[in-house]
T-cell receptor, first 113, second 111 residues
Framework: EADIYQTPRYLVIGTGKKITLECSQT?????MYWYQQDPGMELHLIHY???????EKGDLSSESTVSRIRTEHFPLTLESARPSHTSQYLC????????????FGPGTRLTVL | AQSVTQLDSQVPVFEEAPVELRCNYS??????LFWYVQYPNQGLQLLLK??????LVKGINGFEAEFNKSQTSFHLRKPSVHISDTAEYFC?????????FGKGTRLHILP
């Protein structure tokens, strides 16, 4: 079983609030990812990191930002939440030896009112 | 660019019947292919992967998939499904050090 955690699992928040979605893994993986998933749609990569102090934007444009100060921690921040940010956010990590087999956290379901 | 197409958005099947979930990929180079499963209210979990070697890949929970280069397919099969197999299944391909996912197929198990 993968040791990757996300908090909170569910979040309902008003427009304009700043939020941070937490993601931590205890597997020592270098690579970490954030995906956005809407019902019936594929996962869209919004951010990734190949190690400490490395962050890149993914294929889907997102107003969120990420940081990677520690190997195990990869938080995602929205400075001002809007209803269009309502979605499920999935965090994942992988190592080079497993040919990028990704291990996923349980996800955070975000609703912005 | 590499991508995957899952031909069915939903597949209903009776309990204990066989099932096949279809996946086609587009690529002109060597591919690494994956199937992931997502149970309700959970993240994705790896079912199986094809990197090289035998074209028949066995995964967890009795699932298997066959890599077919000539048909550019990587269909997922199980000979007898159980109610606990109710989930969303995602086919994926590795591209440029990242994983590209299909839109998913929802498997409905009928009693």
């Amino acid at each position: 079983e993968a040791d990757i955690y996300q908090t909170p699992r569910y979040l309902v928040i008003g427009t304009g609030k700043k939020i941070t979605l937490e993601c931590s893994q205890t597997m020592g993986h270098d690579k970490m990812y954030w995906y956005q998933q809407d019902p019936g749609m594929e996962l869209h990569l919004i951010h990734y990191s190949y190690g400490v102090n490395s962050t890149e934007k993914g294929d889907l444009s997102s107003e969120s930002t990420v940081s990677r100060i520690r190997t195990e921690h990869f938080p995602l921040t929205l400075e001002s939440a809007r209803p269009s940010h309502t979605s499920q956010y999935l965090c994942a990590s992988s190592d080079r030896l497993g040919m990028d087999t990704q291990y996923f956290g349980p996800g955070t379901r975000l609703t912005v009112l | 660019a590499q991508s995957v197409t899952q031909l069915d958005s939903q597949v209903p099947v009776f309990e204990e019947a066989p099932v096949e979930l279809r996946c086609n990929y587009s690529s002109s180079v060597s591919v690494y292919l994956f199937w992931y499963v997502q149970y309700p209210n959970q993240g994705l979990q790896l079912l199986l992967k094809y990197l090289s070697g035998s074209t028949l890949v066995k995964g967890i929970n009795g699932f298997e998939a066959e890599f077919n280069k000539s048909q550019t397919s990587f269909h997922l099969r199980k000979p007898s499904v159980h109610i606990s197999d109710t989930a969303e299944y995602f086919c994926a391909v590795r591209r440029d050090d990242k994983i590209i996912f299909g839109k998913g197929t929802r498997l409905h198990i009928l009693p």
